[in-house]
C-alpha cells in the first residue's frame, strides 16, 4: 500500500459497465522524500475510488492483486483508492 495525492480526475468517453456509480482517480504516489518534505513523486497513476476523494486530499492506494480484492465480481483494477488519509506522522529511523 502506497500513499498518494489526488491530482484529478480521468473522464473516460466511453465506459464499462464494470465501472458504473464510481470514480477513476489520477494521482501521485509518494517517495521517501515526500515523506521528508520534499515534493517529489511517483509516476502518475489511475485509481478507482468508490469513497469520494476530492482533488489535493491524501490516500492511501491499494496495487496489484489486493485491487481486485474488495470487489465479489472480477473487476479489471490495478489501483484502488482504499483510504482517505487525515493525518500522517512520519519518523525516519537510522
Avoid at 1 to 12: A, Q, S
Wanted: glycine share 8%; hydrophobic share 45%.
Amino acid at each position: 500500500m502506497r500513499i498518494g495525492t489526488v491530482i484529478g480526475r480521468v473522464t473516460l468517453a466511453v465506459r464499462t459497465h464494470k465501472y458504473v456509480g464510481e470514480r477513476l482517480l489520477l494521482a501521485l504516489p509518494w517517495t521517501e522524500e515526500t515523506f521528508s518534505g520534499v515534493e517529489t513523486y511517483a509516476p502518475a497513476i489511475v485509481v478507482y475510488d468508490l469513497l469520494g476523494a476530492g482533488v489535493g486530499q491524501q490516500i492511501a492506494i491499494s496495487e496489484g492483486r489486493e485491487a481486485a480484492c474488495p470487489f465479489a465480481k472480477a473487476t479489471p483494477v490495478d489501483a484502488y483508492c482504499a483510504a482517505l488519509v487525515d493525518q500522517i506522522s512520519y519518523h525516519k529511523t537510522p
